[in-house]
Protein backbone atom coordinates (compact mmCIF):
# COMPACT_ATOMS: atom_id res chain seq x y z
CA UNK A 1 0.00 0.00 0.00
CA UNK A 2 1.43 3.44 -1.25
CA UNK A 3 -0.12 6.91 0.56
CA UNK A 4 0.34 9.90 -1.48
CA UNK A 5 0.35 13.41 -0.30
CA UNK A 6 -0.15 16.23 -2.62
CA UNK A 7 0.47 19.84 -1.59
CA UNK A 8 1.70 23.33 -3.02
CA UNK A 9 -1.79 23.96 -4.99
CA UNK A 10 -3.45 27.49 -4.89
CA UNK A 11 -4.43 30.71 -7.11
CA UNK A 12 -1.84 32.09 -8.98
CA UNK A 13 -2.75 34.86 -11.77
CA UNK A 14 -1.89 34.14 -15.66
CA UNK A 15 2.04 33.85 -16.49
CA UNK A 16 3.05 32.71 -12.67
CA UNK A 17 4.28 30.01 -11.67
CA UNK A 18 3.49 27.42 -8.75
CA UNK A 19 5.44 23.56 -7.77
CA UNK A 20 3.27 21.00 -6.48
CA UNK A 21 5.25 18.48 -4.62
CA UNK A 22 3.92 14.19 -4.01
CA UNK A 23 5.27 13.11 -1.23
CA UNK A 24 5.20 9.10 -1.05
CA UNK A 25 4.67 6.98 2.24
CA UNK A 26 7.40 4.32 1.32
CA UNK A 27 10.65 4.40 -1.25
CA UNK A 28 10.12 6.19 -4.05
CA UNK A 29 12.25 3.62 -5.56
CA UNK A 30 10.19 0.85 -5.85
CA UNK A 31 7.64 2.54 -7.96
CA UNK A 32 8.04 1.98 -11.70
CA UNK A 33 6.63 5.06 -12.62
CA UNK A 34 5.32 8.06 -10.99
CA UNK A 35 2.68 10.59 -12.83
CA UNK A 36 0.79 13.89 -12.18
CA UNK A 37 -2.57 13.58 -13.44
CA UNK A 38 -5.30 16.89 -13.54
CA UNK A 39 -8.89 16.85 -13.72
CA UNK A 40 -11.23 20.28 -14.83
CA UNK A 41 -14.90 20.42 -14.11
CA UNK A 42 -16.66 18.44 -16.83
CA UNK A 43 -13.79 17.02 -18.47
CA UNK A 44 -11.69 13.43 -17.97
CA UNK A 45 -8.92 13.13 -15.93
CA UNK A 46 -5.58 13.37 -18.10
CA UNK A 47 -2.21 12.76 -17.68
CA UNK A 48 0.08 15.93 -17.37
CA UNK A 49 3.53 14.64 -16.58
CA UNK A 50 5.17 10.94 -15.53
CA UNK A 51 9.07 10.20 -15.05
CA UNK A 52 10.11 6.21 -14.60
CA UNK A 53 12.28 5.33 -12.19
CA UNK A 54 15.03 5.46 -14.60
CA UNK A 55 14.39 9.30 -14.60
CA UNK A 56 12.69 8.73 -18.40
CA UNK A 57 10.01 11.88 -18.69
CA UNK A 58 6.60 11.73 -20.68
CA UNK A 59 5.03 15.34 -20.70
CA UNK A 60 1.73 15.86 -22.06
CA UNK A 61 2.10 18.06 -25.01
CA UNK A 62 -0.19 20.77 -23.50
CA UNK A 63 2.31 21.72 -21.09
CA UNK A 64 5.46 21.01 -22.92
CA UNK A 65 7.90 23.49 -22.58
CA UNK A 66 5.76 25.06 -19.29
CA UNK A 67 5.87 21.89 -16.74
CA UNK A 68 9.02 20.03 -15.35
CA UNK A 69 8.13 16.79 -14.01
CA UNK A 70 11.29 15.86 -11.28
CA UNK A 71 12.13 12.96 -8.42
CA UNK A 72 13.77 13.30 -5.49
CA UNK A 73 14.41 9.77 -4.53
CA UNK A 74 15.81 10.91 -0.28
CA UNK A 75 12.83 12.56 0.23
CA UNK A 76 10.43 10.32 -1.76
CA UNK A 77 9.10 13.13 -3.03
CA UNK A 78 7.73 13.61 -6.36
CA UNK A 79 8.03 17.67 -8.29
CA UNK A 80 5.85 18.98 -10.98
CA UNK A 81 6.83 22.28 -11.37
CA UNK A 82 4.31 24.63 -13.86
CA UNK A 83 5.46 27.87 -15.54
CA UNK A 84 3.48 30.47 -17.54
CA UNK A 85 0.75 29.49 -16.19
CA UNK A 86 -3.22 29.67 -18.08
CA UNK A 87 -6.37 29.47 -17.16
CA UNK A 88 -6.83 26.32 -18.98
CA UNK A 89 -4.35 24.83 -16.53
CA UNK A 90 -6.88 25.29 -13.78
CA UNK A 91 -7.90 21.71 -12.13
CA UNK A 92 -7.64 19.15 -9.58
CA UNK A 93 -4.15 18.06 -9.97
CA UNK A 94 -3.83 14.32 -8.50
CA UNK A 95 -0.51 12.33 -7.79
CA UNK A 96 -0.23 8.88 -8.99
CA UNK A 97 2.04 5.96 -8.92
CA UNK A 98 2.02 3.18 -10.63
CA UNK A 99 3.61 -0.57 -9.20
CA UNK A 100 4.08 -2.48 -11.87
CA UNK A 101 4.67 -6.18 -10.69
CA UNK A 102 2.66 -9.65 -11.86
CA UNK A 103 -0.45 -6.95 -11.78
CA UNK A 104 -0.20 -3.30 -12.09
CA UNK A 105 -1.19 -1.66 -8.82
CA UNK A 106 -2.52 2.32 -9.00
CA UNK A 107 -2.33 4.52 -6.14
CA UNK A 108 -3.59 7.75 -6.02
CA UNK A 109 -3.33 11.58 -3.89
CA UNK A 110 -6.29 13.17 -2.61
CA UNK A 111 -6.06 15.97 -5.52
CA UNK A 112 -4.69 19.64 -4.86
CA UNK A 113 -6.77 22.47 -6.66
CA UNK A 114 -5.01 24.77 -8.87
CA UNK A 115 -6.67 27.74 -9.97
CA UNK A 116 -5.25 30.12 -12.75
CA UNK A 117 -6.86 33.77 -13.06
CA UNK A 118 -6.68 35.63 -16.15
Known amino acids: QVQLVESGGGLVQAGGSLRLSCATSGSISSINVMGWYRQAPGNQRELVAA???????NIADSVKGRFTISRDNAKNTVYLQMNSLKPEDTAVYYCNARIDRVVVYNYWGQGTQVTVSS
Open 51 to 57: ITSGGST
